[in-house]
């Protein structure tokens, strides 16, 4: 089951975090993500270079009829979700970044993201990546010219819950998968003590004022404490989750690559999963 949830507009937030005691800076800014939904008229031009032009749902021009053959055209038809535009492959390239749903079996997320290249007026397919899913994504400029994303993806199995940041380098063959974060929650197991870390928002922010977009990461954490009293036959009950604390990660940008800091580090020690 996809349980997907990766800087144009900013609130303050301070307030909130403040009231925290384990927050160890302030998050200053909260953004929108860099994943939007198409207009339809641009939805339409889109989605002639991923289905081609006689394949698009009349119904719904932000699908197929049925699932393009680079998809593996199993059964079904694809969606799209969102898409990111970017110079993604190499600096001043115009590039757009479809997050295609319905095509690929649970295995690999319900579906994964279309390439495409902009020419003479029309959307052309480069590749299409099975699996990899870009409907909650920041795009970060890097010091090529490029642009990389930073996505979140969640994955649910046996009642586990995990989810990931991962910063992304998209090349014209293959995309270079880096991950940044994985935390998670058991609260569908069955299995007490219960726990739940979640991503809570992700931002680009110049922290070290470097000039270079680092990453921000809010996460809360809340855990069952061992000795949670429960009776026989009681373990599948609500979890008995305390309020969650929030932390602030920071992963400082090289114009290349991310980093965590000392901080964060430790704090990852304890929150991930593994």
Sequence with gaps: MKLF????????????????????????????????????????ALMRGVCGKDNI???NPKSCTKCPSFAGNGGGSG??????????????????????????????????????????????VVRYEAGLRSDSCLKIPNRTGRHSLVCEGSHLGQG??????DALEIGLTKTRTTNLLTV???TGSCRPPYYEVQIKDFLAQDTN???????????????EVKSTSRGNGEG???????KPKFHQLTFLSNGQSFRSTPTTANLMKRLEVK
Excluded: M
Excluded at 236 to 242: E, I, N, S
């Design 209 to 223: 004022e470097d000039r270079l977009l680092d990453l921000v990461v809010k996460v809360s954490e809340a855990r």
């Design 79 to 124: 969606t799209l979700t969102s898409v990111i535009y970017g110079s993604f492959t190499k600096s001043g390239s115009t590039e757009a970044f479809v997050d295609l749903e319905g095509c690929q079996a649970h295995a690999q997320n319900w579906g994964g993201s279309v390439l495409l290249s902009r020419a003479s007026r029309s959307w052309s």
């Design 57 to 59: 749902n009349s119904s």
């Design 184 to 186: 998670g929650s058991n």
């Design 5 to 44: 949830k990766c800087i144009n507009t900013f609130l303050l937030i301070g307030t909130l975090l403040s009231a925290q005691a384990v927050v160890t800076k302030t998050l200053a800014r909260e953004n929108s993500k860099d994943s939007i939904t198409p207009s339809q008229k641009d939805a339409i």
């Design 160 to 165: 586990y819950l995990s989810s990931q940041l």
């Design 236 to 242: 599948c009950v609500d979890p008995r989750l305390p």
